[in-house]
Nanobody, 124 residues
Framework: QVQLGESGGGLVQAGGSLRLSCAASGGMFSTLAMGWFRQAPGKEREFVGGITRGSINTRYGDSVKGRFTIARDNARNTVYLQMNSLKPEDTAVYYC?????????????????WGQGTQVTVSS
């Protein structure tokens, strides 16, 4: 069983940056594809970014392309989400997810393990 714990959320002004971290334990992190999703109040969970086990491929949701970057450090069992040029519409709870598929999946159903989430609030 893989446990995931997110950190790094908080309150930031529009145009600012945050870096989220997700630490994994209890499994072979290097064999897992990792993803970030977010959910704003009253909205469905949305794919933000995904990365394959060896960092060969990354994928991003259309709303964050060019502003967010996903990266992983297999030696530290950690995946990161660097968020730049933040906008108020980026306000959401951000979730880390892990899956066994060999590609950077974009659907919730493709991920097997989920963290508790971390709140990101962007003020205008």
């Amino acid at each position: 069983q893989v446990q995931l714990g997110e950190s790094g959320g908080g309150l930031v002004q529009a145009g600012g940056s945050l870096r989220l971290s997700c630490a994994a334990s209890g499994g072979m992190f290097s064999t897992l594809a990792m993803g970030w999703f977010r959910q704003a109040p009253g909205k469905e969970r949305e794919f933000v970014g995904g990365i394959t086990r060896g960092s060969i491929n990354t994928r991003y949701g259309d709303s964050v392309k060019g502003r967010f970057t996903i990266a992983r450090d297999n030696a530290r069992n950690t995946v990161y989400l660097q968020m730049n040029s933040l906008k108020p519409e980026d306000t959401a709870v951000y979730y880390c997810a892990a899956g066994t598929l060999p590609y950077a999946a974009t659907q919730e159903r493709d991920y097997d393990f989920w963290g508790q989430g971390t709140q990101v609030t962007v003020s205008s």
